[in-house]
Structure formats: C-alpha cells, structure tokens
C-alpha cells in the first residue's frame, strides 16, 4: 500500500512505498542453562517496542501479543503486522 507524505519544507507531495511482505529468519545459540520459552519471550520483549512504536499488530508463535492502535491516516487499521514464528516448522 503506498503511502503520500505531504511535505512542510517543500509544500509537495510524495509517494512512499513499502513493501508488502518483509521476511527475517534469526538463528538462535540457546544457553544451556536456558529454555526454548525464555528465547521465545526474549524475541517478544525485543519485538514489542518497536512494534508499538510503527504501530504494528504482533502475533507470536500462534498467540496476539499486541493489537496496535487505530491510525487516523489508515482509516482505523494498523500501518501492518509482525508475525513471529519458528522458522521451517522446526520448534
């Protein structure tokens, strides 16, 4: 979905775009003394503040984390979603 920008400095329009689907995969050490639940909540606790700081919904690992805001510029929608996941199915 683009975006317009309106421009204080030079009075004009522009046309911002994101892309539709963004795709990280993290590979994670495990401390022995750790726990596959501790990763989990780490990744969480990382994601969040920048979640509500882009007002993006979060689902984690089949779970809603956070719901986002209503933004005036989307007409009541978020600006997107981050969905973390195991990667490969392998958990």
Known sequence: ??????????????LMRQPEVVTAIVNHRINIASSYSEVQKHVIDTVLPVAKAFNLQVEAFGEKVYEGS??????????GKIILAEAFNSS
Do not use: D, F, R
């Not at 209503?70 to 600006?79: D, E, I, K, R, V």
């Open 1 to 14: 979905m683009p975006w317009y920008v309106i421009s204080p400095e030079y009075n004009q329009n522009k």
């Open 70 to 79: 209503s933004c005036p510029m989307l007409a009541g929608h978020t600006a």
